[in-house]
Structures are given as structure tokens and as C-alpha cells.
């Protein structure tokens, strides 16, 4: 006999027909003989067969007993039943199927029967068993390119966020410690870690619209005169424009578009208020009024963290979502926040630019 052959286990207590059924099948498969249930359990917990013919009427413990113990064991618990009995009315037969049995064969036994239905059973769990290989090999294979199709999407955004940091050189890494922030917030908050991806893209390309604000008024030092200040409110919308047609499964763009809006519609562009806010863009509007105020901009000195702090205690809930900024402070006051170090595009680290000096020492940072 080859090993590459099906294994049945054929268990029954009466010799006759533990012969009967090894004449009938030994040309074509290997076999495997119990004459007690309990052998039954240890042989196929240890050779795994490929299909079991198991006697219901046998001492010490009947085939529906060992039925039920092979399903329960997660080792076991596939291989095919098929009971071999006497027994040929309806209520025997449905109760073997009840405990798991995938077919019945009643004695006397006639060869091309026993024959027909174990080669059925035992080709169908061999497609059984290769289907789930298949499966596995696929959920492997769509893993692996999920996985190159992320890394290209996280390479794709970061060039993005890069353009914007190359015009703008004063706020570089700006982008990536809003994403930093907004994620931190999103976490506090107990979202998905799906939405907080979304949230994390959107925080990385929510200034990509400055690719169209001219760098003289991006790196103009000193106090940005009105006309310029309108200027630069148009890339919310630049920023929508570009990023409203790429098939994101978050509303990336409607964040990008609102993250300069504010609660009491006082915002822009469009003015919206508290109930037509995305709570992406909320906490997107936090994470973002926090870095920038603590940061340096040439058209102001960095004004420290304590700044973005009071400017987030005093207009929560007019300006700002208050389960944000209060989940915010948490992470500022209580939680030790810090940004992660972050590398230009070559590799050299850009380091946040509030200085030490202008945040208040006695805030646990």
C-alpha cells in the first residue's frame, strides 16, 4: 500500500464485518481498524483520516457517543462519518445525521454501495481540504499585495505632503505632527482604528492645497496683510479640488475641505456649523490649531504650547468640538504627548520649533 492513498477507519465490534468491509475496499485505500469507540477517538486523534465508517451498536460506548466526541474535538471535528448499522428506519438514520454523520450505509452491506459512497465522501473532502488551501494561499497573497498597495498609498501621500513642505520650508513637518496629534485624539476618543487611518491621511494632506499659494506669501515675514490672508483661505478648496476625485474609503477630502471651519460657523470657506462638521474634520481643526499655534511662522514667533492650550480652553465649544479639545488637554497635560521625530525628504530630522522657553514648565510635557 502507498502512502499517497485515502486512509478510512472502519470501527465496528463484529469481526464479519470488519472483513467485508477490508475485501471491499483495501485495493483502493489504506485502512485503519478499531473495535471499541474508545480506540476510535485515540486512532483518529492521532492518524487523522480521511473518512470514518463507525458502527452505531457496539459495547461500552455506541457510534452516536463517538460521533459526538469526534465533533467536539477541533482535531477531529472534519473528518466524514458515515455510519455503517442494522438499523434502516427514518428516526435511527436522522438522528446519526443530528450528531454530525455526513451519510448512512445499512447492513448486509453490497460492495459498489459501499464503494460508491466513500469514494463520493472522501473526493469531497479532498476538494474540501484543497479549497481551503486555495483559500489560505489567496487570503497570503491578497495580504502581501494589500500590503504593497498601503505602502505605495503611504508613499504616494507623504511625496504629496512633501510638495507643500518643499514651497513652504517654515512649517515643514507641520502636516505630519497634525497627523501625529489627530490620531491621538481619534484614539482617545475610542474610534475605529479604520476611521483613525482615514483621519491620519487627512492630517497628512489637509495644507496640500498651499501647492497653489504663492511662497512669497507663504515665507513673507511679518504680519500678512488682508488681501493676502484671502489668498491663503483658498486652500481648503485647492486642497479639496485636488483630492475629491481619488477613491479614498474616508471622506478625506470633506476633511481636508472643513478643517478650517468652526463650530459657530464663524469658519471658512463655507461657514459651516457644529451639525454640518465632520467629526474628522474636527479633530483635524484641533490638532491642527494646536501645532500651529505652538509653532514658529514667519509671519509671528512661536507662541508656545501654553498658547495653543489656552486658545483651546477658551473657545471650546464655540470654535472647537468640546469631546475633542477635552480629549486633546488630556493628552497635552495628563498624557505627556510628545511628536514623534520626524525626516525630511532626505532623511535629516525636522524638529518641532517651539522652543522650551515659551512653554510652560509646570504643564507634565
Given at each position: 500500500m502507498t502512502q499517497e492513498r485515502p486512509l478510512v477507519l472502519i470501527v465496528d465490534d463484529n469481526p464479519t464485518n470488519i472483513d467485508l468491509l477490508v475485501a471491499t475496499l483495501k485495493s483502493d485505500y489504506r485502512l485503519g481498524i478499531a473495535k471499541r469507540g474508545q480506540q476510535a477517538l485515540e486512532y483518529a486523534g492521532k492518524f487523522h483520516p480521511n473518512l470514518i465508517l463507525l458502527d452505531i451498536m457496539m459495547p461500552e460506548m455506541d457510534g452516536y457517543q463517538v460521533c459526538t466526541l469526534l465533533k467536539q474535538d477541533p482535531a477531529t471535528a472534519t473528518i466524514p462519518i458515515i455510519f455503517i448499522t442494522a438499523m434502516q428506519d427514518t428516526a435511527s438514520k436522522t438522528k446519526g445525521f443530528e450528531h454530525g454523520a455526513v451519510d448512512y450505509i445499512t447492513k448486509p452491506f453490497h460492495t459498489a454501495e459501499v464503494l460508491a459512497r466513500v469514494r463520493t465522501h472522501v473526493e469531497l473532502e479532498q476538494m474540501r481540504s484543497q479549497l481551503l488551501s486555495h483559500n489560505a494561499l489567496l487570503e497570503q497573497k491578497v495580504k502581501h499585495q494589500t500590503a504593497e498597495l498601503q505602502e505605495m498609498l503611504n508613499g504616494s501621500i507623504i511625496s504629496m505632503a512633501r510638495m507643500v513642505e518643499i514651497r513652504d520650508p517654515y512649517t515643514a513637518g507641520h502636516q505630519q505632527?497634525?497627523?501625529?496629534?489627530?490620531?491621538?485624539?481619534?484614539?482617545?476618543?475610542?474610534?475605529?482604528?479604520?476611521?483613525?487611518?482615514?483621519?491620519?491621511?487627512?492630517?497628512?494632506?489637509?495644507?496640500?492645497?498651499?501647492?497653489?499659494?504663492?511662497?512669497?506669501?507663504?515665507?513673507?515675514?511679518?504680519?500678512?496683510?488682508?488681501?493676502?490672508?484671502?489668498?491663503?483661505?483658498?486652500?481648503?478648496?485647492?486642497?479639496?479640488?485636488?483630492?475629491?476625485?481619488?477613491?479614498?474609503?474616508?471622506?478625506?477630502?470633506?476633511?481636508?475641505?472643513?478643517?478650517?471651519?468652526?463650530?459657530?460657523?464663524?469658519?471658512?470657506?463655507?461657514?459651516?456649523?457644529?451639525?454640518?462638521?465632520?467629526?474628522?474634520?474636527?479633530?483635524?481643526?484641533?490638532?491642527?490649531?494646536?501645532?500651529?499655534?505652538?509653532?514658529?511662522?514667519?509671519?509671528?514667533?512661536?507662541?508656545?504650547?501654553?498658547?495653543?492650550?489656552?486658545?483651546?480652553?477658551?473657545?471650546?465649544?464655540?470654535?472647537?468640538?468640546?469631546?475633542?479639545?477635552?480629549?486633546?488637554?488630556?493628552?497635552?497635560?495628563?498624557?505627556?504627548?510628545?511628536?514623534?521625530?520626524?525626516?525630511?525628504?532626505?532623511?535629516?530630522?525636522?524638529?518641532?520649533?517651539?522652543?522650551?522657553?515659551?512653554?510652560?514648565?509646570?504643564?507634565?510635557?
Open positions: 505632527r497634525v497627523a501625529q496629534l489627530a490620531c491621538a485624539i481619534a484614539s482617545k476618543l475610542g474610534l475605529s482604528d479604520h476611521v483613525i487611518e482615514g483621519i491620519r491621511i487627512a492630517g497628512l494632506l489637509h495644507d496640500v492645497g498651499k501647492i497653489r499659494i504663492p511662497v512669497s506669501i507663504l515665507s513673507r515675514a511679518g504680519s500678512l496683510l488682508d488681501a493676502e490672508l484671502e489668498v491663503i483661505k483658498i486652500h481648503s478648496q485647492v486642497g479639496f479640488e485636488i483630492l475629491k476625485n481619488i477613491p479614498f474609503p474616508w471622506p478625506v477630502a470633506q476633511a481636508v475641505f472643513q478643517h478650517h471651519e468652526r463650530l459657530d460657523g464663524s469658519g471658512y470657506p463655507l461657514g459651516l456649523r457644529g451639525g454640518d462638521l465632520l467629526l474628522e474634520s474636527k479633530i483635524l481643526t484641533v490638532a491642527d490649531v494646536t501645532e500651529a499655534k505652538s509653532s514658529f511662522r514667519p509671519y509671528r514667533p512661536a507662541l508656545g504650547l501654553q498658547a495653543a492650550i489656552d486658545e483651546l480652553k477658551d473657545y471650546r465649544g464655540v470654535y472647537y468640538d468640546a469631546d475633542t479639545v477635552d480629549a486633546c488637554l488630556e493628552l497635552l497635560t495628563k498624557e505627556n504627548f510628545t511628536f514623534a521625530e520626524i525626516e525630511d525628504s532626505q532623511g535629516k530630522p525636522i524638529l518641532c520649533v517651539a522652543s522650551s522657553d515659551t512653554i510652560d514648565s509646570s504643564l507634565p510635557l
